[in-house]
T-cell receptor
Framework: GAVVSQHPSRVICKSGTSVKIECRSL??????MFWYRQFPKQSLMLMAT?????????EQGVEKDKFLINHASLTLSTLTVTSAHPEDSSFYIC??????????????FGPGTRLTVL | KQEVTQIPAALSVPEGENLVLNCSFT??????LQWFRQDPGKGLTSLLL?????REQTSGRLNASLDKSSGRSTLYIAASQPGDSATYLC????????????FGQGTELSVKP
């Protein structure tokens, strides 16, 4: 149980295009999901907290107009990188926190999406 | 501002050795601490979660301890195996609101056959 999927796993796009990444909780509901970014050999940096039915909360320094987050249901959050540039190339990982139950204290992570912007 | 530090950044050991990974955090007011494993190019797998009121958690060959007052946690791996090779990350959660995790930089472990 507590499986999180991401799609796509890998994407290559041209500079200036937009890319959407999906994060799904497969066997539980998640009111809250989190989006992280990870550069090579570095740790995860929280970008934003996504709450179902409301606006996302962005961390300091993260451009909300560039990284659009939509959490339309209790099992799906999407991150859209708008007008992507090479410096946006990174590994994007989402996590989901169960809405209730014994696992409420934990976050479950997706397998990540490798974005390469040419 | 909470900062999480992991030492060492990289570790290489022969198969069979017992080893300890260290994690320290600057603000002792945490809700819980979690250890994760990350394989190259993959997401995170939760290994152990320690609530702030707990001292340790065990799962198989893994044992994690927490000393909140000194801002330290250790992950002990017994009888290491080549399959344990991965990056190990610790993360702290400040409170039960929001659930944000602050991660350390990770320890890259290599277990040689």
């Amino acid at each position: 149980g507590a499986v999180v999927s991401q799609h796509p796993s890998r994407v290559i796009c041209k500079s200036g295009t937009s890319v959407k990444i999906e994060c799904r909780s497969l066997d539980f509901q998640a009111t809250t999901m989190f989006w992280y970014r990870q550069f090579p050999k570095q740790s995860l940096m929280l970008m934003a907290t996504s709450n179902e039915g409301s606006k996302a909360t962005y961390e300091q320094g993260v451009e909300k107009d560039k990284f659009l987050i939509n959490h339309a249901s209790l099992t799906l959050s999407t991150l859209t990188v708008t007008s992507a540039h090479p410096e946006d190339s990174s590994f994007y990982i989402c996590s989901a926190r169960p809405t209730g139950g014994l696992l409420y204290n934990e976050q479950f992570f997706g397998p990540g999406t490798r974005l390469t912007v040419l | 501002k909470q900062e999480v530090t992991q030492i060492p950044a990289a570790l290489s050991v022969p198969e069979g050795e017992n080893l300890v990974l260290n994690c320290s955090f600057t603000d002792s007011a945490i809700y819980n601490l979690q250890w994760f494993r990350q394989d190259p190019g993959k997401g995170l797998t939760s290994l152990l979660l320690i609530q702030s009121s707990q001292r340790e958690q065990t799962s198989g060959r893994l044992n994690a301890s927490l000393d909140k007052s000194s801002g330290r946690s250790t992950l002990y791996i017994a009888a290491s195996q080549p399959g344990d090779s991965a990056t190990y990350l610790c993360a702290v959660r400040r409170d039960n609101q929001g659930g944000k995790l602050i991660f350390g930089q990770g320890t890259e472990l290599s277990v040689k056959p």
